[in-house]
C-alpha cells in the first residue's frame, strides 16, 4: 500500500488548457511537496507546503490537511510544462523520510 | 547557496563488475543525506539515508551500501553488480529538522549488462 497516491498516471493538454493533478496521502505529515522532474531526469522542488495555498507563476499548490489531499494546477499551460510531476510527504512518526507518489506524467501539445 | 553534485551522469558496466556514485553537497553542513533508485515507471525508492558521518540507515536489503566519510559526502557501492540493479540513482539532501525541503542531484543512469 502506498502512502501517497496520485491521479491520473498519465495526463495530454492542448496548450492552454488547464491542468489539475491530485494527491492524497495516509499518514500525519508536517510537509507535502510538489516535485518536477524533466525528461533529462534531474528533480526540482516546485512547492513545500503544509497548509493553504502556495502560487509561483502558473503554478498553484493547495493542501487540505484534514482531507489529506494536494492539488497541483498548471494555468495555461505550455509545452515546456511537460514533466513528471511527483507529489512527495514528510511524514510526522519519522523525521528524515519522505514518502513519494509514483508520479504524473504531463505532456502538453502545441 | 547550496549546491548538490552527482557523478557519473551516465554509467554501463557489466554484470558482477563494482560500482561507485558519488555525491557532495556544497553550502550547508550536517545536512540529511539520501540515496534513491527509481525504475522505469515506478516511483522513487529509498535505498539509504544518513543523518551524520559513518551514519547509515538502510531500507532495502540488497547487495548495494552506502557511506558518508565525510559530513557533505554520500557514496553508494557495490562490490558486484546485478542485471537488477539497473536504474536511475539519484542524491538528494535536507537540512536537519521536520518538513525541510528536499533537494535533488542530477542523477545517474547505470545500465547492468
Known amino acids: 500500500k502506498n502512502e501517497v497516491e496520485q491521479s491520473p498516471q498519465n495526463l495530454t493538454a492542448q496548450e492552454g488548457e488547464f491542468i489539475t493533478i491530485n494527491c492524497s496521502y495516509s499518514v500525519g505529515i508536517s510537509a507535502l511537496h510538489w516535485l518536477q522532474q524533466h525528461p533529462g531526469g534531474g528533480i526540482v522542488s516546485l512547492f513545500m507546503?503544509?497548509?493553504g495555498k502556495k502560487k509561483h507563476g502558473r503554478l498553484i499548490a493547495t493542501i487540505n490537511i484534514q482531507e489529506k489531499h494536494s492539488s497541483l494546477h498548471i494555468t495555461a499551460s505550455h509545452p515546456r510544462d511537460s514533466a513528471v510531476y511527483i507529489c512527495a510527504v514528510s511524514p510526522l512518526n519519522t523525521g528524515n523520510q519522505f514518502y513519494f507518489g509514483t508520479g504524473t506524467s504531463l505532456t502538453v501539445i502545441p | 547557496s547550496q549546491t548538490i553534485h552527482q557523478w557519473p551522469a551516465t554509467l554501463v558496466q557489466p554484470v558482477g563488475s563494482p560500482l561507485s556514485l558519488e555525491c557532495t553537497v556544497e553550502?550547508?553542513?550536517?545536512?540529511?543525506l539520501y540515496w534513491y533508485r527509481q525504475a522505469a515507471g515506478r516511483g522513487l525508492q529509498l535505498l539509504f539515508y544518513s543523518v551524520g558521518i559513518g551514519q547509515i540507515s538502510s531500507e532495502v536489503p540488497q547487495n548495494l551500501s552506502a557511506s558518508r566519510p565525510q559530513d557533505r559526502q554520500f557514496i553508494l557501492s557495490s562490490k558486484k553488480l546485478l542485471l537488477s540493479d539497473s536504474g536511475f540513482y539519484l542524491c538528494?539532501?535536507?537540512?536537519?529538522?521536520?518538513?525541510?525541503?528536499?533537494?535533488f542531484g542530477s542523477g545517474t543512469q547505470l545500465s547492468v549488462l
Open positions: 538528494a539532501w535536507s537540512a536537519v529538522g521536520l518538513g525541510e525541503k528536499l533537494f
Open positions: 553550502g550547508t553542513s550536517n545536512p540529511n
Open positions: 507546503l503544509s497548509s
